[in-house]
């Protein structure tokens, strides 16, 4: 266990330290302030597959995905491994945007290492917004959580999912969502 807690916190402590220390006022929630040109949250009934998605320390399993424009997915998504992580559908502007905004939630003590605090995520930074992370492209998961997205991919777009936990992009931790 000793182990355990000394890798979560080596890890953080690089993630924090290699991040960006830019910190936006943006919203946290609403989209992250930015449209879904390439998508919008899809219906369970118009599902046509599903896809199993698992993050580990800085990869995901799969690496990329085949989409359609059109095709609506339910993606399954499983964090086993031993940090906070996240799956987040966006352009690579996006995700730039929502790194700031997820450094406010490490500055804030929002986010853990291994550990989302989710009573603070209602708290106000100010003109009414809040950290709570409930975009519909993204989830966030503590290790051994799971969460679900439905999503329509509505046109072809230079689009890739990431996870936008401090140092984790930056580590790697993204993949490409190549239309076909």
Not at 41 to 63: C, D, H, W
Not at 116 to 140: E, Q, R, W
């Amino acid at each position: 266990m000793k182990m355990k807690q000394s890798f979560a916190a080596a890890a953080f402590v690089f993630a924090v330290t290699f991040a960006s220390a830019a910190i936006a006022a943006g919203s946290h929630s609403g989209g992250h302030g930015h449209g879904f040109a390439f998508g919008k949250p899809g219906k369970a009934s118009a599902v046509s597959r599903t896809l199993q998605i698992i993050m580990k320390e800085n990869f995901y399993e799969p690496k990329s995905i085949d989409v359609k424009a059109g095709e609506t997915i339910r993606f399954k998504i499983v964090n086993k491994g031993e940090l906070v992580h996240e799956f987040n559908i966006g352009t690579a502007a996006m995700h730039a945007s929502h790194r700031k905004e997820m450094m406010m939630m490490v500055e804030h003590g929002v986010l853990e290492a291994d550990k989302i605090n989710h009573h603070m995520m209602k708290m106000d930074m100010g003109g009414g917004k809040t950290m709570a992370h409930d975009d519909p492209n993204s989830v966030l998961l503590e290790p051994g959580k799971s969460g679900e997205i439905i999503w329509t991919f509505t046109k072809a777009a230079d689009i890739e999912f990431a996870c936008n936990v401090p140092g984790h992009y930056d580590a790697g931790m993204m993949g490409d969502i190549r239309f076909k």
